[in-house]
């Protein structure tokens, strides 16, 4: 069957066999930033947004998108890039397996909150599992990410006031 939609902006018509899971849909199509883990939604590495909202690609069927937006890593690359530099600061990157995931997730829990508490990051940690850093240095990145994202919206409202 084919499946309209549109992916990181751009509208797609894919072939795809009706029990497909949109993680496989979205690999066997180039989109490989979107990881294949546990297939049980239990992992987290598989998570891309769909209509804006935060999803596991590994356990919803294909068909679901049809008609509807997917935006994976691919899709964000100047914004992962920026998380990533918090990643690679606080020592929370090591193989990188579930940082395309992880990353989905902050821009979502963004989407919903500009400065989340840290039980909020926590939160929208918690399903995504990594095996090599632990959680308490992604934790200390994201909080960075925040906080600079915080700092860099003061330095444009000053700017802003000394400019009137």
Do not use: W
Not at 90 to 96: I, L, P, V
């Amino acid at each position: 069957m084919k499946l309209n939609t549109k992916i990181n902006g751009i509208e797609k018509i894919l072939e795809i066999d009706p029990k497909d899971y949109l993680v496989e849909v979205l690999r066997d199509n180039g989109y490989l930033g979107v990881r294949q883990g546990c297939d049980t939604g239990n992992c987290g590495v598989c998570t891309v947004h769909l209509d804006g909202k935060a999803v596991l690609s590994c356990v919803l069927l294909a068909v679901k998108a049809e008609g509807r937006e997917i935006t994976t890593i691919e899709g964000v690359p100047e914004k992962a890039a920026k998380i990533a530099s918090y990643f690679l600061e606080e020592g929370a990157d090591q193989c990188g397996y579930c940082t395309s995931g992880t990353v989905m997730n902050i821009l979502y829990l963004e989407a919903l909150c500009s400065q989340p508490s840290e039980e909020e990051m926590i939160h929208h940690l918690k399903g995504n599992l990594c095996r090599c850093t632990g959680y308490v240095s992604q934790l200390r990145a994201i909080k960075s990410y925040f906080e600079g994202k915080a700092d860099r919206q003061e330095e444009i409202l000053s700017e802003e006031g000394r400019g009137r």
